[in-house]
């Protein structure tokens, strides 16, 4: 599973670094960073931080096997 985010749609408003902050993580320029790719013990909190994203900035897709 890869996570895509919409750079444009994104506001920054943080949902997503409270439900995953290992995973995601805003600079103080309010700019958001993928600090990993979810792997097995972090895909559920990824899941709820794209479904909670506000602006619909975060999508995932399914990696190659």
């Given at each position: 599973m890869n996570i895509i985010v919409d750079y444009?749609?994104?506001e920054a408003n943080g949902l997503c670094e409270g439900f995953a902050?290992?995973?995601f993580q805003l600079d103080?320029?309010?700019r958001l960073h993928?600090?990993?790719q979810p792997?097995?013990?972090s895909a559920d909190r990824v899941r709820q931080a794209v479904l909670a994203?506000?602006?619909v900035?975060?999508?995932l897709a399914e990696s190659p096997d």
């Open positions: 444009d749609a994104c902050p290992d995973i103080d320029e309010d993928v600090l990993a792997d097995e013990h994203c506000p602006k900035a975060l999508s």
